[in-house]
């Protein structure tokens, strides 16, 4: 139980181009949903907190009107990168939980490469 | 920053060999939680221990917490090359706007060796 599905795995694009990625609670529903970036051998970086029906709440540094996050249903949470540009390669992991005080569940992440 | 931070920065041992890594933090807590990510995948829940809890074990795995020195240490006893992951800490701050959020640590590289 508590998968939680990220898709796509690996985009390459040019800059410019806008990328949405997906992440969904397949077997539950998720109170919230967080997103997270992560560079090569670093930590994770918490950007946004995402809660069904309401706006995100942006980590301090973190652009919302670059990184646009909607949070649909209970089960779907979209990140949309704005006009990606090079700097903004990353990998992109969301997670979901179903309560406080508890795990969260992870994505396998998204391989963003901006050309 | 709320961030834990994680002790050693990488660990290598050889198989049947115990790993300790340790983690501490700076914030007031709700709870602690241990994940392992293996190399370009997310992360997978391992353990998570309460700020009233003092230790846990999960097979091999021993989570103990020390809430006065803001610090946690997780143990792997009788290790495996499938082990080799990175271990990262991650707090819960137990106040207001801050709920449910998880702060990392950097991780701790572990390398175990047949």
């Known amino acids: 139980g508590a998968v939680v599905s990220q898709h796509p795995s690996w985009v390459i694009c040019k800059s410019g181009t806008s990328v949405k990625i997906e992440c969904r609670s397949l077997d539950f529903q998720a109170t919230t949903m967080f997103w997270y970036r992560q560079f090569p051998k670093q930590s994770l970086m918490l950007m946004a907190t995402s809660n069904e029906g309401s706006k995100a709440t942006y980590e301090q540094g973190v652009e919302k009107d670059k990184f646009l996050i909607n949070h649909a249903s209970l089960t779907l949470s979209t990140l949309t990168v704005t006009s990606a540009h090079p700097e903004d390669s990353s990998f992109y992991i969301c997670?979901?939980?179903?309560?406080?005080?508890?795990?969260?569940?992870f994505g396998d992440g998204t391989r963003l490469s901006i050309l | 920053s709320q961030q834990g931070e994680e002790d050693p920065q990488a660990l290598s041992i050889q198989e049947g060999e115990n790993a300790t890594m340790n983690c501490s933090y700076k914030?007031?807590?709700?709870?602690l939680q241990w994940y392992r990510q293996n190399s370009g995948r997310g992360l997978v829940h391992l353990i998570l221990i309460r700020s009233n809890e003092r230790e846990k074990h999960s097979g091999r795995l021993r989570v103990t917490l020390d809430t006065s020195k803001k610090s946690s240490s997780l143990l792997i006893t009788a290790s495996r090359a499938a082990d080799t992951a990175s271990y990262f800490c991650a707090t819960e701050p137990d106040r207001g706007s801050t709920l449910g959020r998880l702060y990392f640590g950097r991780g701790t590289q572990l390398t175990v060796w047949p």
């Open positions: 914030t007031s807590i709700n709870n």
């Open positions: 997670s979901a939980i179903t309560g406080l005080d508890q795990p969260q569940h």
